[in-house]
């Protein structure tokens, strides 16, 4: 197992990937299956050399990063009120798109950082600049640094790559419409030596585009790698009344490989759609549909809600509570990826 590299989204997905093959081939060494992200861990750990950072480096999760940032706007005496730490971590993400960053990060003498910072004009630019010097010192590396730092040392050391693209014979990757461009560099790059690459997603489900990802590079897989595509339509969850909507509204799309997806169960119904103008007039739309239900004597806890996102129930609740409705709120997280 130890020459197959299978990556997917997230640490929960990557250890029940672990859990479901341990039961195939027993108690095996799996420590090439993870996320992209602990496998650039693994690798810099074995590599660390080449980057002038101890192999005992710090990875710095987005918290880590918003609590240095904090500091910084302290420092700096940045006014939260114009820029935002949650939009700072944006302009961070976007400003290390540039992998010449880097040359400020390893770079064992400090002064062309310091020369940059020194001349740097515009507030969130300095933050930006110190944050890098932060990591320097700390000797810590964040999620962008670990796809970036990985693709770097790898472009730039033949007999590095050639060691990793040899170990790598075989390379899988699991929610590929969610990677970034660099990260499909690094498996690219990884997958030269032996050409076996095989990735598994779904173009329309890309929605990770402020991360990097875009629908392009699965749309373009296979005229750059000369590969076979695979379409996997039969839908086993949904409805027809679910699936043939969202059919015809997908196929509205411009960028995308064509296919049409097909419910295997046969129950019918209706889907409704409602376009409200605000989340006001949505909620009291919705709170409307429970209460017709009920006058047909469908119980409260037979109807259920979701919603993608967490600032959106306010006003639902407020429309609920308004219209004597119970309710209660559940939690479900997503392991999907």
Known sequence: MTNILCVTFTNKAAAEMKQRIRKLVGDK???????VHGFCVQ???????????????????EE???QILRQLFDACNIDTKLHTIESTV?????????????????????????????NSTDPIQTVILKYIKYERKCFGLDFDDLINASFYTMSNSSEIRDKWQRRMEYIMVDEFQDISDRQYQLLKLLSDYHK?????GDPDQTIYEWRGASVHTMINFTKENGCKTIIM???Y???PFVINPSNALIKKNTARINKNIVPTRTKKGLCVYFHAKSQKEEADWISKQIMEFSSYNQPYSSIAILYRAHYVSRSIEESL?????????WLFINTCG
Not at 29 to 35: E, G, R, V
Not at 44 to 54: A, G, I, N
Not at 321 to 329: M, Q, R, T
């Open 29 to 35: 060494d799996l420590a090439y299956i993870s996320t």
């Open 321 to 329: 509570i308004s219209n004597h409705i119970p309710y209660k709120i």
């Open 90 to 118: 944006d302009s961070i993400h976007r400003f290390k798109r540039d992998i010449r960053y880097l040359d400020w990060l390893i770079n064992p003498n400090e002064e062309p950082l310091n020369t940059e910072i020194n």
């Open 237 to 239: 969850r949904s409805l």
């Open 43 to 61: 690798f810099l750990k074995e590599e660390y050399k080449f980057l002038h950072y101890p192999q005992t480096f710090i990875v710095l999760d």
């Open 233 to 235: 339509d039969a839908n």
């Open 196 to 200: 076996n690459l095989f990735v598994v």
């Open 64 to 66: 880590d990063k918003k």
